[in-house]
Each structure stands twice: as C-alpha cells, then as structure tokens.
C-alpha cells in the first residue's frame, strides 16, 4: 500500500480493496517501525485514526474527494489546533497550537489524514535538518548522511513510506533542496500561490509553502487542495487555480529549455553534472529544444538572501518573547532578565546568529548598506529570470552542487553551509517557481533535477516533470530497508 | 514669559480611528471590555498569524488628509517599528514610516482674533499597543491587549507653533476636525485622541532651532497648556543659569505640573524600521478619491461661512453653532422643522439649549430636548400661541419630562389670549382702577406706559398678546 501514488490510494478506497483506518494503521506502523529516522516530531496517532474513521465514513457516504483519507503529514511549521506546532524549537517546545493553518484547514476539509507533525531545521534555518531542537534527521538513502532541510523530516518521510505525501516550506530551497538529497518529487510555488496564515514565519517575502511527494501527479493534486487566494493573507494572489491534473499529459514537442551557464559552473560535482546532463539527454528524447540562458546576477544570490531573510526573521521572531506562549525562563529577575534568557534558552545558535545578522542590517547607519542594497540585487536577479525567461520556456539545472553530505559535516561552517543553496536560493528571491525532480543517483545518493518556471506555471512545471516521469522511474526507487 | 526668547512648537497626535474593527484584525475596537476578551490571534501575534488592512482604516485617513487639503499618497508602505515590550506582541509595530499615506497640508488656527496657518508634516497609520496595567497584580505587571492593533492616525505638525496658547488651539482645532469628520470620537480620557510636544526655545531672531525636549501623552487641554509652559520655563532657566537642554523624552506629572525626564537620546531605541513584507503597499487611485470626496461633510470653517450667510447669523452664534457637526445638524433641523426665524432658533439654542446643556454638562447629542421637541416649542412661539416668556417656562417643563410644548401648554392652559374682547374688557378695567396713571401718560410720561402693560399681563397671568395688548392699551390711552 505505501508505494502505491495517491490516484491509486484513492482507487482502493473507493473499491474497498482497503480502508482509510487499515491504510493509517499500516503507515502509523511504519512510522514506529523506523523511528531511527527521526522523521517525526509528533505522530498524532490517535487524530490520525479519528479522522480515518471520518473518511472512511465519508467514502461510504460517496462525497469523498480525492485526498479523504489519504495519509499525509505537515511540516512541523504549519499550526494545527490542539496539536503541538514547535516549529523545531525549544521555544515553541509547549506551544499547543490554538488554530489551523489556512494549508492544514483545507487538507482537513478535503478528508485527509494528519500522521503527525515532521521534523525541520529550526524556525526553518537549516540546509540539513541538524538544527532541529529534537535531534537530526536521517537520510533514509544512507542514514550517515542529512536529509536536507529545512523541510528534512518531510523529505524522509515520505521517501522512506512513513507519509504519501507531506507539506514542506521553501524559503531558499527548503523544500527542493531535502527533495532532491532523499530522492522525492518537490515543488516550491509562485510567491503567493499558497496561503502562508498558520505558516510560522521565517523570512515572510520569501516563504512558500509546498507539496513533497513520490510523483509529480501527486504533487499535481496536492497542490489542487493547497493553492488560492486567502483573504487572511495579504500576500496571497487572487488568481484563479488552474486544474493542474489535467494538463499533466501534454506533449514536451518544441519545449524551450534553457539551461543557465551559471548552474553548471565550479563547484558542481561531475557526478551531479553528469546526471543533470543525462535528465536534458532524455527531455531532448521527449522533443524539447536547449539552449544556454545566463543569469549574470545569480553570483549576488546568497549575499542578498542572508541580508534579506535574517532582516525579516529578526522582526518575526520578536513575539517568541516568554511573555504571551512558548518557553520563558525559569524565575525571571526583571523584564530584561525575561526576555534575555528566554530568548537567550529558547533559541539555537543557527537561529540567533541569523537574527543577530538581521538586526544588525537593519541598524541605523547600516540600513542602507546592507537592507537597501540586497533589495536592489533583489530586483536585478529577478530582471535576469524575466529576460532568460523570456527567451526560453523554463530553465533546467541541478537543485544541489553535490548529493546528500555527511551529519556533522557542515554544521560548523555556516558559511559553507550557506553555499550549498547556491542554485535555489535566487527563485525564491525572485519569487517563480521552481520543482526538484529525482533525476538519477550519484554514487548510490539521489540526484534531483530543478525545473525553474515563469510565474504562476505550475502547471507547466509539472506537467513538464510528469512527462518524464513517464519514460524514467527514478522517482520510483526506494531506499534500502522502505521498500 | 521672558521676551528675550522664542519658543517652537510642534505637536504629534495620535487620533485614534472610529473603525469597528481593528487594523490589521477582525476585532473588536469598542472600549471598556473585560481585559483580553477583544484580542483575537492576529492582536495577540501568535505564531503564523498574518495582518490585513482594514479598508474603513484607509479611508478614514484618506477624509482627514483631503480635509486638510494635503496630498494623498497614491503609493504608501506599512513598515515594522522594533522594540520590546510586553504589550506590543510581535514585538514590533505595524506603522508607516518613509512613505506615510498623507502628505503635506496645513491647518488654520485662531488665537486672540489672529488667524494662523499650522503646517502639517504628514499623518500615517499604524496599530495601537496594548496597556501594561501596573497595579493590581501585588508587583507583578498584567498584560491587557484589547486596544492592541486598534487603528491611529499619527498626526505630525510643523514646528511652527510658538506658544502653548498656539498649541491648544491647534490641538482643540484639530479635535473639532476629526470629530467634525466621524473619524474619531475625540474621548481624551478614553486615550482616543492623544498629544505629544516637541518643545524647543532659542533666542530671539536665531534661525537655528534649539535643542528639542518630547513631551510625552499628554491628555488634554489644559494639561498641554500647562504642560509646555512649564517646560519653556525650564528649558529658559536651564540656559539662563549656564546649562544646556538635552535631547530627551520627558513626561509631565499633571499632580506635581511639571515635567521630568523619560529617556536620553542615547538610550532612545533604534526601531530599525524595515517595510512590512506581510502587507502590500496602498494604492489609492483618483477613482477611490473621488468616491471619498463625494462623501466628505462639509468642513467647519465652510459650515461657519455658510451659517453666517445663509441664516443672517453673528461670528459668535456661528462659531457656537458649528462648534460640533452634531450641534449644527441639530441646529439646522430645528430651523426646517419649526419654520421659525433662523435667529429666534440661534437664539434659543445658544441661550437657554446651551445654558441647559452646560449646567447638566452634557453633550448636544445627549440633550434631553430633541431638535423634534424644541421645534415643536418655537412652532408654538412664532405662531403666537404662547409668548417668548411663556416659551421659557415652558422648556423648563420639557428639561424635566418628556412631554411635547403642546402638551404642556395644553395641560397647564398657557395658550396666548388673543381674544380681543377679554383683553378689552381688562385694559378697561386696569384704566378704571387708575386714574392717577392715566393722567400722568397722558401729560407726557410715556414711561407709565409700561406700568399698564404689566398690571394687564399680571391680571391674564401672561397669557395675553402683548402685541395686541401694547396696540389696544395705545388705542384706549390716547
């Protein structure tokens, strides 16, 4: 059953060939089977068997839609009411969220099942999911390597079969960059294609949430549930949401693929080039047309970004104060001894050297310096996807420069750290679209294709991924021991 | 005040805005409420939560900025103000910093019958914080977020005042405006309507502004008065023995009346403002404009023109008249409704309504004689059912009850005696009885006219017309 696409899930709900509470029990048994993974932060067994019931009753009734009680799971980000939403913190260690996440509201309406709350890097700040408060995640493809993060937990859940399918959130890579190290389908929406209320926020003017799933037909329908405007999101655009099942199917004859000079320069791997070259090989197969686009702005990408988030998470990380929910120290002094030391326990070191680095770009003398700058570098990167995107109807590349790295390898060198989302941070800056695709592996570890789109072309994305999909099944592949 | 020194002005106001709801928030903003029962997620920042604008909170900026005929932003940004404290729960306030939605513009005030021009820097939005509540809690501070994210408008004044007279008449001028446009109720010791003064003083004829001193809430007339006064007065004793003012924020003690410091600007806070990315930047189009210019009421200074053209009415009355949209609309439908001559209308409300109202001290809107009921009474005047002094008896019985004038000149048989032969029959009489007057007017005493017309009202209990009295009496006397 865990291997089966949620089309085929839904299938044998609807035959009878299974139930939704033998299809939650059997993943709910997966998930304490490989705990190892430390995928979870919170299995909410008895919610998930609960809503089981619901949609089992629902399929009876005949008013099912296509996800009732199909089993999911949400990144720990997202709120959901009366179950803990830590957010991978300490500071939030307590915190029994009131109220549904506009992301978790529809999945409940659509009759999904909730298996728990996934493991993140920490307020979402993490390329590897080791700045968790609750320990790192494992790679399911070789568990002495990271997952990838922030959306870690999510990308090894569903690529070892403890999910169908899971949210993630994509601030510079978060969701593509764990989909392509776990070998999983990810896919990073327009900037306000999905509702960001009961998301808790990292950097707002880039947060997107986001389907994590096997195929890119899955990812098709959870994005269906996901996307739409949002009255209680300014951010949210009010566009109509396309059908994205419908166009999966459409012929790649005359695609325009550009393939950015940018991405495939030093510090790729040769075995990640290798298989990136192979993946256009087989979209050239599929009649697309290649050519080189450049993004001469790309080298500002991760300068820009880490003056720009960290300005953002410093103001919205400021209501984590101990006064109203989360942790507070033990036998505060005064106010500053409060707020000092609840502060001061309650976040990580990832955490609080970034809103160091984001007070410090928004202190007076250095605002324009550093804010005003990276904004305007901002604006460039975004020119240069408009004009490549204008030639040329998507552009391809790698998500990562290497596949899944080794735990504790990185996590002292933040800087380092910081240079692995060289290739996903700008399409959050410039706000497109952009999936990771398992395109292969390197040495035994997933490889994942990025297809970078023109705004609100999800549908094109996927459909584009789902195509090769079709004569590939790299996304198929199982890790050792989650067959 | 020592005329070897000038002093400089300016105000901030904080309106707050008379929106149902919050600014960012579907709660709430009514006030009094039991603490925290009016702070819904988005007031209390919970994790994940997100701002949206209010539009009415938009508008209502848009009316104040056209009534003081400043340019309206077409492009303005919300932008985050950082600082902690524990009744601001984001830790940040949601404000407008480098584009604020109204401009320049200028308001017009009056002191000692010299009218001046005040400029206005600009007015933005933003959310009001919560209140620290201090006592109570055995030193232990409560937290009450009700007012958290209720809607203001910041209100920043030129420099250009220079006295505290200045000051409050600016203040009160703007008080009238922004209950004039129903974008704020005005209630001081509900905080709705808020001051701070930058305060400065330099020597006569320098050009360069001195040093600034901010004085925080202070939270009303009288208060701001008294207020800046004692700080020129400190400020000037400060310089004249040597000293120098700092830049700083002080707070005035209105039980000691004086001012003491806050904070130094060392210790002043760097907000760090950034633009909210939660919230797209406002647009306003000449479309939206135009919509809210169809709908602005007329401004009171134009009110005041109109009232003194329109109904033949004295600065006074009319200053009186339009001093709240309130009292002039009540004004002007007692005029429709009575028919009555504009001025006698004028008359009785700014006599004996108002005398009334004060003694009470109530508000127009709270007077217990509607406009229906004083109509009804100056009907009964201008059709010589009952006389002018009658009348008066009569809106004391009204005060006190609830009955119409016709009711209570039915009831107490008040009603004018216009029948000619009963006011004869007296006036005959009353001449009968006084022969000695009747000689002496008619050797030329005029003044003894007036002793008859009071012996023919005594004996009618007043209910005669003394039109026809006065007439008749002249007839019989000749």
């Given at each position: 059953m865990h291997n089966k696409s949620i089309a085929e899930l839904a299938k044998g709900l609807r035959s009878g060939e299974f139930s939704s509470l033998e299809l939650t029990t059997a993943f709910l048994d997966r998930i304490k089977r490989h705990t190892g993974l430390n995928a979870y932060i919170t299995v909410a067994e008895e919610l998930a068997l609960e809503q089981a019931k619901a949609a089992d009753a629902r399929l009876a009734k005949g008013s099912a839609e296509l996800l009732t009680g199909i089993p999911i799971a949400q990144k720990d980000i997202f709120c959901t009411d009366g179950v803990k939403t830590s957010c991978g913190s300490k500071m939030l260690d307590n915190f029994i969220a009131p109220y549904d996440a506009t992301v978790v509201e529809k999945f409940n309406d659509a009759g999904a099942v909730m298996l728990g709350k996934l493991n993140m890097d920490e307020f979402a700040m993490g390329s590897s999911n080791e700045t968790s408060y609750y320990g790192a995640v494992k790679n399911p493809w070789d568990v002495n390597t990271v997952p990838g993060g922030s959306s870690g937990g999510s990308a090894a859940a569903v690529a070892a079969r403890l999910a169908v399918c899971a949210t993630g959130t994509d601030t510079g890579g978060s969701i593509r960059q764990p989909a392509a190290l776990c070998g999983i389908t990810g896919l990073k929406p327009t900037y306000g294609r999905v509702s960001r209320y009961g998301m808790i926020a990292y950097a707002s003017s880039l947060d997107q949430g986001g389907p994590m799933t096997h195929s890119a037909e899955d990812a098709a329908i959870m994005l269906q549930t996901m996307a739409g405007f949002d009255d209680k999101d300014s951010t949210s655009v009010d566009l109509p949401v396309p059908d994205y099942s419908v166009g999966l199917s459409r012929s790649l004859e005359g695609l325009k693929i550009g393939l950015p000079k940018e991405f495939f320069?030093?510090?790729?791997?040769a075995d990640v080039a290798a298989t990136i070259e192979a993946a256009i090989e087989e979209y050239r197969k599929l009649g697309a047309k290649v050519t080189e686009v450049s993004m001469p702005s790309l080298r500002l990408a991760i300068p820009a970004y880490y003056v720009i988030a960290p300005a953002e998470c410093s103001a919205n990380l400021s209501r984590f104060d101990g006064v109203r929910f989360g942790y507070r120290c033990e036998n505060p002094a005064d106010l500053t001894d409060l707020y000092t030391r609840s502060r001061g326990e309650g976040f990580g070191k990832e955490v609080k050297r970034r809103i160091l680095m984001g007070t410090y770009a928004l202190s007076a003398g250095y605002y324009d310096a550093y804010y005003i700058k990276a904004q305007k570098i901002r604006r460039l990167i975004s020119d240069d996807f408009k004009r490549a995107l204008s030639e040329v109807d998507v552009m391809m590349g790698p998500v990562t420069p290497s596949t899944a790295f080794g735990i504790g390898e990185k996590i002292g060198n933040p800087i380092e750290m910081y240079l692995s989302d060289i290739y996903t941070i700008a399409i959050n800056l410039a706000g497109v679209p952009a999936m990771s695709v398992p395109a292969g592996f390197a040495k035994g570890l997933p490889v994942g294709l990025q297809i970078i789109g023109n705004y609100f072309t999800e549908d094109r994305l996927l459909n584009i991924a789902h195509q090769y999909q079709q004569v590939t099944n790299w996304h198929q592949s199982a890790p050792k021991g989650f067959e | 005040m020592n005329s070897q020194w000038e002093t400089v002005i300016g105000l901030e106001i904080h309106a707050q805005l008379a929106t149902k709801s919050k600014i960012f928030s579907g709660a709430s903003t009514a006030y009094g409420a039991e603490p925290n029962t009016q702070a819904c997620a988005v007031d209390l920042g919970l994790p994940g939560v997100l701002p949206v604008l209010n539009e009415d909170a938009v508008r209502k900026a848009v009316v104040f900025g056209m009534a003081i005929e400043a340019h309206i932003a077409p492009y303005s940004v919300f932008a985050r103000k950082n600082y902690f404290y524990p009744d601001l729960p984001k830790g940040y306030q949601i404000s407008q910093m480098e584009l604020p939605i109204v401009g320049i513009g200028h308001l017009d005030i009056e002191v000692d019958g010299v009218s001046k021009r005040i400029g206005i820097t600009r007015a933005h939005l933003e959310e009001d914080a919560g209140k620290s509540l201090h006592e109570d809690f055995h030193g232990l501070t409560g937290i009450d977020l009700n007012r958290a994210g209720t809607p203001l408008l910041e209100i920043v004044s030129e420099?250009?005042?220079?006295s505290a007279k200045e000051a409050v008449a600016y203040m009160r001028k703007l008080h009238e405006l922004v209950r004039y446009l129903g974008?704020?109720?005005?209630n001081m010791q509900e905080g709705s309507f808020r001051c701070d003064a930058n305060v400065s003083v330099r020597p006569k004829g320098q050009k360069e502004f001195g040093t600034r001193a901010e004085i925080k809430n202070i939270n009303s007339f009288k208060f701001v008065e008294k207020a800046i006064n004692h700080e020129i007065e400190r400020q000037i004793e400060l310089i004249e023995s040597g000293g120098k003012v700092v830049q700083e924020t002080r707070l005035y003690d209105s039980d000691k009346d004086e001012t003491r410091s806050m904070r130094s600007k060392e210790e002043?806070?760097?907000?760090?403002?950034?633009?909210?990315?939660d919230l797209l930047p406002v647009l306003i189009d000449e479309d939206f404009k135009a919509q809210i210019k169809a709908q602005l009421p007329e401004l009171p200074q134009a009110k005041k023109l109109r009232f003194k053209a329109d109904y033949n009415l004295d600065e006074e009355s009319a200053t009186l008249l339009t001093s709240s949209r309130q009292m002039a609309d009540y004004f002007e439908a007692v005029v429709k409704e009575s028919a009555c001559e504009a001025k006698i209308c004028a008359n009785w409300m700014t006599g004996d309504l108002l005398a009334a109202l004060n003694k009470a001290d109530l508000e127009i809107t709270d007077s217990p004689v509607s406009h229906e009921r004083l109509s009804g009474l100056l009907k009964r005047i201008s059709d010589d059912t009952i006389s002018g002094k009658i009348a008066k008896q009569v809106f004391e019985e009204m005060w006190q009850g609830t009955d119409t004038a016709d009711q209570i000149i039915e009831a107490k048989g008040l009603k004018q005696i216009t029948d000619t032969g009963a006011i004869e029959a007296i006036i005959d009489k009353i001449i009968a009885d006084n022969q000695d007057q009747v000689e002496q007017y008619r050797s030329g005493k005029d003044k003894v006219f007036g002793f008859f017309v009071g012996q023919v009202m005594k004996e009618m209990q007043g209910k005669a017309n003394p039109g026809e009295v006065n007439k008749m009496l002249k007839a019989k006397l000749k």
């Open positions: 320069g030093e510090g790729l791997n | 420099p250009e005042m220079s974008i704020c109720d005005g002043a806070n760097d907000y760090r403002y950034f633009p909210d990315p």
